[in-house]
Each structure stands twice: as structure tokens, then as C-alpha cells.
């Protein structure tokens, strides 16, 4: 056994509190972008993410729920802000981007402009769209088709009984991309809470259906029970 002096062993205290003092800072500033309960998209920083955050809560009152009546798990607040990266502006000459801003459309329109939405180009949005072809699939709150041929999912996230920041992923052209957005308003349903329908036989023109065919007229619609749901909270 070895007994240190006096002086190596202050030496020693020294380094111990040095080291433990770079450990508490590097845990103090890195941290928090892999624990907290952030919504982490793949092209935002975690940190800023985080701060856009704190700014849509403060600007938006983003705790004070207009639509507090509903049992049902609703969004707080309308219209819902969205946004998209570079590929859906890019792929396929822009024709993504046209499907989106007509699917948004689309439900302003049949919802009676009860439901509305609002394009932002900066800040966390309530909606943010993804075209890249190929995304690991992420596994939080994962909601919407799982088959081989997947067209395109909706992420969900919620907070207590309201549905916050969320991301829908389309990968792939669909045979009605450019006639009627039928998938984007399908997966924009979605993150109303709208499932695929279970009853039979299942109405063809039904856009909740989970399935599209090369040969589909693309003549879906949202049926009355589905408009009714979202009229009921959102009226
Ligand atoms: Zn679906």
C-alpha cells in the first residue's frame, strides 16, 4: 500500500474537482437536447427546436385550448400553421407542394371554413411535411399505413387531450397527385384523429380508405360521419 503526501494528495483533490466540474458543464449544456420532451424533426437542430418552442408557446398562448368543451383529443387552436422542407418544393417540379397547399384547401372547403390553415416559412409549425424519398420511420406516436408500399404516414404527437406539432411523411407519387390530393388530405385527417374506416362494405369513394389503386378515378371525399366529428369539435 501506498501512502500519498500531503501535497500529491491536494493535487489529487484538485483534479477530481476539476474533472467533475468539466463534467457538470458538458452535462449541463448537452443534456437537455437529448432528454427533454422536444419534438425532434430531423432537419431542426434540437436547440432551436427548443426555442421555437418557448416562442409559439408565448405568441400563441399555446396552453389556452379554444376547444376545452371536447371530450375528444382535439388541436387547441385554428387555423393549424404548416410548412414543408426542400423536396416537397423540389421533387417532382414543385408537384408535392401544389398537393399540399390544394389538400389544405380541400378541407377549408368541405369543413365549411370551420377548419383553416395558415402557410409559414419560419418557426415550428403545427403541421410540417416531409417529401424525402426514403426516411427511417420514427417511433414515437407512429399513426398510419405500415404496408411495403407505403405512399405516405402521419406522425401524431399529443399533449395531454390536445394534439400538438406533428409531421406527415409522403415518400412517394400517387396515381391522384395530380388531379385531387386525396393522399395528403388523408393523412392530414389523420392528425385530426379521422381512422381508416372499419365499417362493410367499405363506400369507394371513401378518403379515409387505406388503400389506393393505380386505376382509382380519385373521386374521394370525406364522408358526412367523418365531417360531422370534426364539425363537432371545431364548430
Ligand atoms: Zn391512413
Known sequence: MVYSSRKKRKENFLISVIVFSII???????APKYFLPVIILNQFDAKDNQNNIQKIISEKNYWV????SSDEIHWSHLPLTYDMDEACKTRMNGAFEKDINSAVEFIINRTDGIITFKKINEGQPDIF???????????IDFYGHNSYDT????EIHTNGNNYVSS???IYQSNPCIRKKPVITVHEILHLFGLNHPTETP????????????????CDHEITKKDLDYLKNIYG
Open 129 to 139: 411535411f416531409i417529401c424525402e424519398n426514403k426516411l427511417s420511420a420514427p417511433s
Open 167 to 169: 409531421v406527415i411523411y
Open 24 to 30: 457538470l458543464l458538458v452535462t449541463f449544456f448537452y
Open 151 to 154: 405512399i405516405a404516414e402521419a
Open 202 to 217: 367499405i363506400w369507394k369513394y371513401d378518403i379515409m380508405k387505406d388503400y389506393i389503386s393505380e386505376d382509382d378515378s
Open 65 to 68: 385550448d379554444s376547444f376545452s
